[in-house]
């Protein structure tokens, strides 16, 4: 008698359902990664760079910046300002850096020929006690501002501004995606010592071991871009940040100053710029008629200014815009932002209008200029540094590696990517944690639901589309 040996029937849905989610997450992972690698790829190089900038600079420029001596007392900053002004006549000044120690120089900003949301100046150093001009830099093509303006919009205006943020956003689905596949894949038989299992291997630990750090710094830049870190300003007036009630013209004080070196706070620059009355001062200033010397309005202002030592923190005035225009005097700490303040003084009267600092910010903006200070790398010093460059280290080498991956994996004539989940529930699962991703990030919503549309209409229906893409 044959004995035939029946094996028990073992069912295959909990193993198909898992096989189907890890493929649509896959899916989505590798279509992520190729599309927006590039972008990414030039803001974590040139992010890398930009932590530099301060004692690049300082090195660059120490011929106009550092004096060979110190010096003893200083001209008026009226002087050092009409020296300037002699430099380059008929261009309006618009800011002023005093010096922060004695064989440091004074930097007066003026209106370049550039405008726009990362427009700059022209630099004019002056000698302190002589007022003799030492040099002056076109900051408009300085090289940390060229890597500054790619880094923040491609060099490409509006449009690159938002291509970069619908990048930043979808790296936050990149590593949402790739945390879940590495932690499905954690119990997988250990791979194959090959060249490709050593890539795969390397670009999983990475992302696993910096995947939060990479959120951080998508998530503290954001701020910066144009619609997202819009919504957050007006989510933000929304909650409230103590702006004071006062007489304003309509400009912001944003809007002042487009010189990233001569700015106010993030969390001050939907703060109302009060108005300047005429008519209550004498004729002492570089300016208006009757308007106070900078003198004047920064002895205004010193009294207020909570914690700004020379060491630690650079004091700069915005001058005032027109007749109803304010001194503005911004304090911008290098570590710390709790101890950035914004004022407006009356450019007649010399009266102290507004007072805008930490204790006036709400939460959100806490978050935010914390998070932008840890973003650049200088919260905490060399050790902050450090830890974020090598959060854009990571960034550029799980970027290598995935586009390597690929490249060694990818059939002839096909793009390789992984196939489509057939499981219907699977995909509107994935799908709808995706669309919480997109509402929360509009720009990614947008694409990603054109995305969608360009598979439905398009790709499943031409037959040579759908061959390559899969």
Known sequence: MTSVEVRPEIPSVAPAASSQRYRAFWRWHFYAGLFVAPVLFVLAVTGGIYLFKEPFEEWNYQDVRTLAEPVGSARPLAEQVAAAQLARPGVPVMSVIPPVA???????????AESGPWAQGVSVYVEPSSAAVLGQIDDSVTFMRIVRTVHGELMSGVIGDRVVETAACWALILVATGTYLWWTSRARKRPRRSGRARLRRLHTLTGAFAGFAIVFLVLSGLPWSGVWGDGVQRLQDSFGSGYPSVESSSTLSGDLSTNPDAKVPWAAERLPVPKSHAGHGSATGVLQ???ISIE??????????????????????????????????????RRDPAAAQTLHIDQYSGRLLVDFGWNEYGLMAKTVEQGIALHEGRRYGTANLIVMLAACLALITLIITGVWMWWKRRPRGRAGAPARPTSRRTSYAVIAIMAVLGLLFPLAGITMLAVLLLDWLVIRRVHRLHRIFG
């Open 296 to 333: 004047s309005a920064l002895a205004t202002a010193r009294p207020a200014i909570r914690d700004c030592p020379p060491a630690e923190c650079d004091v700069k005035i915005l001058l005032p815009d027109g007749a109803e225009g304010v001194y503005t005097v911004v304090t911008d700490p």
């Open 102 to 112: 004695s064989d440091r120089s004074t930097r007066v900003i003026m209106e370049g």
């Open 289 to 291: 008629p009757g308007a």
